[in-house]
């Protein structure tokens, strides 16, 4: 049945409860253009206990739509809050949608404790729901370098057998970025080629939008450049390229990935114009001066740069990928590095502590080129911002398997450290 609900006489929007699981969430209309009417209606008390904790997951939805992830948060807490007293089979979904949220914003920590809370809490769920949240589980994990962690999930995540196809190509391309990463054995970047062929596949079969085809064409060029294929990721890129809307954010990451293809094939000059014309398109679509994706096309331009003798323009653009890494460290001074702190947030800090350590390296060839020592201070000053940094990690460090993957990374730092301060 339809049950109208009126603010001042002028609200149209409805309420249809006819959702198996008895949640309402799926049936409230609460287009973008009406969050004001939607918040409006929860706050005169129009609707309350289980029915306002859906109005706030489904206001919660339309600014994910928007990429409004914290006020995604902000509202799911509400519908939390409420759930908790009077809906408790549905407190799982609340966590399940505050994790996705996390994610989103890079905080893979939170993320991974909402969704195991979700998945450990009783309710009422579909293999669907299963199957998104080992998915994303996975995708956190990878990227806190809990790379085995990672690979066990998104296994699972493909082997939930489910009608809608296109689920499972998702949890197949997910499984192919997890392998593909540089991190991973050879034998494993060539299993991420054939999930990615199964992704596309599945994806075909769903007869889904050829977006997800470019998203699964992309992991398949990344594993293949990290096996130094580079040709041929080349070209992989360049079929998901003609996908996309050449404005559209997507064409600009998968040109950023190109970008740095070209540059580890040695078109440096090739690799600068695709990652710049890259950027480009990500500022026009996301009209921010700062943001999280930024940061990969000024560490590769930086890298580009280097590798071409600019050493100068090297360290201006690893300048720019550490301004994109946090929220609010913006100095364009390469003397100056952020400094860990209470009020310092960084979106990821194993790409923080890279970058330390190649703007490190690249000031140490500004020293040998010039002799000038305030370079050779500068490197010391960001190595020990780098050995900082990762002193932090183990607050995110789960599995014994990523305590030895970071300490076997941070011993080439150490080392170069070392030579610095032995230099000096």
């Not at 041929?232 to 809307?245: G, V």
């Not at 078109?267 to 600068?272: P, R, S």
Request: charged content about 25%.
């Amino acid at each position: 049945m339809l049950l109208p609900l009126y603010l001042n006489g002028q609200s149209d929007l409805k309420i249809k409860i006819n959702d198996k699981r008895g949640c309402n969430c799926g049936e409230i209309d609460t287009t973008i253009a009406k969050i004001g009417q939607a918040i409006q209606i929860v706050n005169l008390g129009e609707v309350r206990d289980t029915l306002a904790a859906c109005y706030f997951h489904c206001i919660g939805v339309q600014y994910h739509k928007k990429k409004n992830y914290l006020q995604v948060i902000q509202f799911n807490k509400k519908a939390l809050t409420l759930r908790e007293q009077f809906h408790k089979e549905f407190v799982w979904k609340s966590h399940y949608t505050l994790g996705i949220a996390y994610n989103e914003l890079t905080m893979y920590a939170k993320s991974q404790s909402a969704l195991q809370t979700a998945y450990n809490t009783w309710g009422i769920k579909y293999q669907k729901d299963t199957l998104e949240m080992f998915r994303v589980m996975a995708n956190n994990l990878s990227e806190m370098g809990e790379l085995q962690q990672a690979e066990n999930y998104a296994i699972q995540a493909t082997q939930i057998k489910i009608d809608e196809l296109w689920r499972t190509a998702d949890a197949f391309n997910s499984l192919s970025d997890i392998l593909g990463r540089e991190e991973q054995s050879d034998d494993n970047k060539r299993r991420a080629i054939e999930c990615a062929d199964a992704a596309i596949q599945l994806y075909k079969k769903a007869e889904e939008d050829e977006y997800y085809i470019g998203q699964a064409l992309n992991s398949k060029a990344n594993a293949m450049s990290w096996l130094e294929r580079y040709s041929e990721a080349i070209n992989t890129y360049d079929i998901a390229l003609n996908i996309y809307n050449k404005n559209s954010e997507e064409y600009a990451r998968t040109l950023s990935n190109k970008g740095g293809s070209l540059g580890e094939r040695g078109d440096y000059k090739a690799a600068i114009e695709a990652l710049f014309k890259s950027l480009e398109i990500k500022k026009n679509a996301l009209k921010k001066a700062h943001t999280y994706t930024y940061a990969a096309n000024h560490e590769n331009l930086a890298e580009n740069y280097e590798a071409l003798g600019d050493v100068d323009k090297a360290l201006q653009h690893y300048q720019r990928a550490l301004q994109n890494l946090t929220n609010n460290f913006r100095s364009d001074n390469i003397h100056q590095n952020p400094i860990p702190s209470d009020s310092l947030y960084i979106y990821n800090k194993i790409d923080v502590i890279r970058v330390l350590h190649l703007k490190a390296s690249a000031a140490v060839k500004k020293y040998q080129q010039e002799g000038d020592t305030t370079y050779l201070k500068l490197a010391e000053k960001t190595y020990n911002t780098a050995f900082n940094f990762h002193d932090q990690l183990p607050q995110q460090i789960t599995t014994q398997e990523s305590r030895l993957f970071h300490a076997k990374t941070i011993v080439p730092f150490i080392e170069n450290a070392l030579a610095v301060a032995y230099e000096l």
